[in-house]
Structure formats: structure tokens, C-alpha cells
């Protein structure tokens, strides 16, 4: 059975900083992309940041780049969010998914695993 289980999430103030963890098991990931998505109340899931396989390509929201960074641990099956310089609009549940194929996209219709989530509240 595979599971995506994702931690890190919390409240921080404006500008403050966290750094989400999401742990693979069931399933080695290590030859696929993984991705970060987050849901804000009453808004459509939509894309943060993905990382290909090897880990050289990485593709960020317009809305993320230069304040996130997405990394992943191919010894832990993991995949990470950095999250720097957090504002009142990046407060959402933040799921960690991942592919059934090498699909490297933004798309949420591309993955077929998916986290429960972890709720990141920024308060100004």
C-alpha cells in the first residue's frame, strides 16, 4: 500500500519560515517526480513545485519562486518544501503527491498518490 504522509505543517507569522517533509513508503519513488500542491479555503487545489527524478529540474508557481525550494532524499524516499518568507496568501493544506507513470507536470490530474496534508497558516 502506498502512502504519501506528510509533516512540517504549522502557524508562523508573516515572513517566518517552514520546511515540510513528505515520507514515501510502499513504493520507491526515486525514479519519479514528485510534487507539492496546496488548497486554500473555498480554492481549487492548485500547483506549488515539482522536481523531476534526478532532481535537476525543478518548476515553481509564479506565486512561490525565489521564497520555496522543493529537494527530495532519494536514501529516505523523501521529498521536502522549504518555505521562506511565508505570506498570509500561502495559508492552505499542503499535499505531497506523486505519479504513477514519469510524468513530470503541473497538472493535479497527473499524480495519482497523494497525502493526506498538512495545514501551513500564516498570521499577519
Known amino acids: 500500500q502506498v502512502q504519501l504522509v506528510e509533516s512540517g505543517g504549522g502557524l508562523v507569522q508573516v515572513g517566518g519560515s517552514l520546511r515540510l517533509s513528505c515520507a514515501a513508503s510502499?513504493?520507491?519513488?526515486?525514479?519519479?517526480?514528485m510534487a507539492w500542491f496546496r488548497q486554500a479555503p473555498g480554492k481549487e487545489r492548485e500547483f506549488v513545485a515539482v522536481i523531476s527524478w534526478s532532481g535537476s529540474r525543478k518548476d515553481y508557481a509564479d506565486s512561490v519562486k525565489g521564497r520555496f525550494t522543493i529537494s527530495r532524499d532519494k536514501l529516505k524516499n523523501a521529498v521536502y518544501l522549504r518555505m521562506n518568507d511565508l505570506k498570509p496568501e500561502d495559508t492552505a493544506v499542503y499535499y505531497c503527491?506523486?505519479?504513477?507513470?514519469?510524468?513530470?507536470?503541473?497538472?493535479?490530474?497527473?499524480?495519482?498518490?497523494w497525502g493526506q496534508g498538512t495545514q501551513v497558516t500564516v498570521s499577519s
Open positions: 503527491a506523486a505519479p504513477y507513470n514519469d510524468d513530470y507536470s503541473q497538472r493535479a490530474g497527473a499524480y495519482d498518490y
Open positions: 510502499g513504493r520507491n519513488f526515486n525514479n519519479y517526480p
